[in-house]
């Protein structure tokens, strides 16, 4: 995944690098309007994020339940993930360049929430094909041992896959390129062209992986459950969400051409193409997740309103001051 690549002076495209720079500053009014847009977003899911996550740490029956802890890390991992983002538009539109280290630091943790997010949602489909497809054997096979040591799996797997760009930049970089202030993308923080090629091929196998995954659970739950079985048809639309939410998730691993297309389709509206691609890839997919677990989910919407209705009766309950 790369970052959304916005600027409201210079902007660099990049393919296999850096190859143009677009000269384009975005009026006043469109610049705050934008960072308004985003800032809202973020608040907005960050804000709801917030309340199933503290769903889920007062009520004890989803602490044994490997489906909600995939969830609530899902969660956890997506706040983390806009936060960082929004945290780079702000740049771009304040500071615009910032110390090397200081943007390897934002650019790595943005990678590794976002390359976590897809291998999150396979994992949640698989479960549901175990929950559906054999469920005598899922207390078994779905412990929450497993599911903690499948978290720590996930964040390995990001691990290695980010970690190689921080040290081919360290290794074949010049010692005045860590001094310097750069326009904080993973194209201009590393680099160095075998990064970019390790990412397109990183891209392809994630893409493969995870599409696999879905396909696979999405099928034998259709044809593995039978027809009346209402928990399989809840199942299996869990799963097609979990594969729209992919899919959109999976639009930033097009990002290199997608930057290219519309750099040279809309080169007089390059960022504003490129906000409504960050907004559309970046903010809807997050924003997908308390729709599943937080409205669909029976078990962790009852919890989840008798936690907001607790907190209406409160506030009603204090009687203002006179």
Same mark, same amino acid.
């Given at each position: 995944?790369?970052?959304?690549?916005?600027?409201?002076?210079?902007?660099?495209?990049?393919?296999?690098?850096?190859?143009?720079?677009?000269?384009?500053?975005?009026?006043?009014?469109?610049?705050?309007?934008?960072?308004?847009?985003?800032?809202?977003?973020?608040?907005?899911?960050?804000?709801?994020n917030?309340?199933?996550? *503290?769903?889920?740490?007062?009520?004890?029956?989803?602490? /044994?339940n490997?489906? &909600?802890?995939?969830? $609530?890390? !899902? @969660? %956890?991992?997506?706040m983390?993930?806009?936060?960082l983002?929004?945290v780079?538009?702000?740049?771009?539109?304040?500071?615009?360049?910032?110390?090397?280290?200081?943007?390897?630091v934002?650019?790595?943790?943005?990678?590794?929430?976002?390359?976590?997010?897809?291998?999150?949602?396979?994992?949640?489909?698989?479960?549901?094909y175990?929950?559906?497809?054999i469920?005598?054997?899922?207390?078994?096979?779905?412990?929450?041992?497993?599911?903690?040591?499948?978290?720590?799996?996930?964040?390995?797997?990001?691990?290695?896959?980010?970690?190689?760009?921080?040290?081919?930049?360290?290794?074949?970089?010049?010692?005045?390129?860590?001094?310097?202030?750069?326009?904080?993308?993973?194209?201009?923080?590393?680099? *160095?062209?075998?990064?970019?090629?390790?990412?397109?091929? /990183?891209?392809?196998? &994630?893409?493969?992986? $995870?599409? !696999? @995954? %879905?396909?696979?659970?999405?099928?034998?739950?259709?044809?593995?459950?039978?027809?009346?079985?209402?928990?399989?048809?809840?199942?299996?639309?869990?799963?097609l969400?979990?594969?729209?939410?992919?899919?959109?998730?999976?639009?930033?691993y097009?990002?290199?051409?997608?930057?290219?297309?519309?750099?040279?389709?809309?080169?007089?509206?390059?960022?504003?193409?490129?906000?409504?691609?960050?907004?559309?890839?970046?903010?809807?997919?997050?924003?997908?997740?308390?729709?599943?677990?937080?409205?669909?989910?029976?078990?962790?919407?009852?919890?989840l309103?008798?936690?907001?209705?607790?907190?209406?009766?409160?506030?009603?309950?204090?009687?203002?001051?006179?």
């Amino acid at each position: 995944m790369s970052l959304p690549n916005f600027s409201p002076g210079e902007m660099n495209a990049s393919a296999a690098n850096v190859t143009a720079v677009i000269e384009y500053r975005d009026s006043f009014t469109k610049a705050v309007t934008k960072n308004v847009i985003v800032v809202v977003l973020s608040i907005s899911i960050n804000y709801i994020n917030a309340g199933l996550i *503290h769903t889920f740490q007062k009520n004890q029956i989803f602490y /044994t339940n490997p489906r &909600y802890i995939l969830f $609530v890390h !899902l @969660v %956890i991992n997506d706040m983390v993930q806009v936060t960082l983002t929004v945290v780079l538009f702000i740049i771009s539109y304040t500071v615009y360049r910032i110390q090397v280290s200081l943007c390897w630091v934002l650019v790595l943790l943005a990678l590794l929430t976002t390359e976590n997010t897809p291998v999150n949602l396979a994992c949640m489909a698989a479960e549901c094909y175990v929950a559906v497809c054999i469920p005598l054997r899922h207390t078994q096979i779905c412990t929450v041992r497993r599911t903690l040591a499948l978290i720590v799996l996930i964040w390995g797997l990001s691990v290695t896959s980010v970690l190689p760009d921080l040290l081919v930049t360290l290794a074949t970089q010049p010692r005045d390129f860590f001094q310097t202030r750069v326009f904080c993308l993973r194209e201009t923080a590393f680099p *160095h062209p075998d990064i970019i090629e390790k990412r397109d091929v /990183t891209y392809v196998v &994630y893409l493969v992986m $995870v599409w !696999l @995954v %879905i396909f696979c659970t999405y099928f034998k739950i259709l044809f593995t459950a039978k027809a009346a079985s209402k928990d399989a048809k809840k199942a299996r639309n869990t799963v097609l969400l979990h594969g729209f939410q992919v899919l959109l998730c999976m639009a930033t691993y097009t990002d290199p051409l997608l930057k290219q297309a519309l750099l040279r389709w809309f080169p007089k509206n390059y960022s504003d193409s490129m906000f409504a691609c960050y907004v559309i890839i970046q903010m809807l997919p997050r924003s997908i997740s308390p729709i599943i677990y937080g409205v669909r989910d029976k078990t962790y919407r009852r919890h989840l309103q008798s936690f907001l209705l607790c907190n209406i009766k409160a506030k009603d309950s204090v009687s203002p001051q006179t």
